[in-house]
């Protein structure tokens, strides 16, 4: 079992801050700005290019704009915090500890069960969600100002046969440059929420983001 510690984190509509993090130093929040809602109290707003946008997959692989993020397509105010600590290890997670993180799931309205997490924050990189209605669909990797990777899941991809509790997942990672460095096709265990097999790669990987999804 998990162990979970909610608390109340305000989130500001202008720099989006997710505890006392900016996350992604506010570049993925261009766009979400709102003049009756700025109450920033000592943040400054930082003007950065958002990632460009890229229409064509690679490898088939698919980018995300990063409107489509959860954080910037609700309009909320505030938000619960939770930090985890992850008991069972994942088959890719590289630390040696226990699995310990921060999410911050969208507030519930109580009309249902299934749960919207906006993003993940790691040791050192932060996971951000993309989602079709409820369905996770994709994801964006950030550290605190440089675009990292990006993921889309195929939950009944074509001319692949995989067993109803299998997902697949191609990523791609790039280095600071924005350039590609890595590429993978992986196998997503839908019941564990973990990453279980890595079926196809290229290039070399600096480290590993997607170990763990909520999508339990």
Known sequence: MDKEKSTRTNLPKAVLVLGNLALASSAILLGCGNEENADLGNQTETS????????????????????????????????????????????FYEGEDTLKFVRYPLPSTGTSSVEIVLADQFDGFTNFYVYEDIILVGIQTYDEETLLAEAKLHYFPQNQAINPDQIIMDEIHYDSS???????????????GWKATELVTMGNKVKEYYFLLPIQ
């Open 48 to 91: 950065i290019s958002p990632t460009f946008e890229r229409n064509t997959p690679i490898d088939n692989v698919y980018f995300w704009r990063q409107d489509r993020l959860a954080v910037n397509e609700y309009n909320i105010k505030s938000g619960p915090k939770l930090t985890i600590e992850y008991l069972q290890k994942p088959p």
């Open 178 to 192: 924005g350039n590609i460095i890595f590429t993978a096709k992986s196998e997503i265990d839908f019941n564990r």
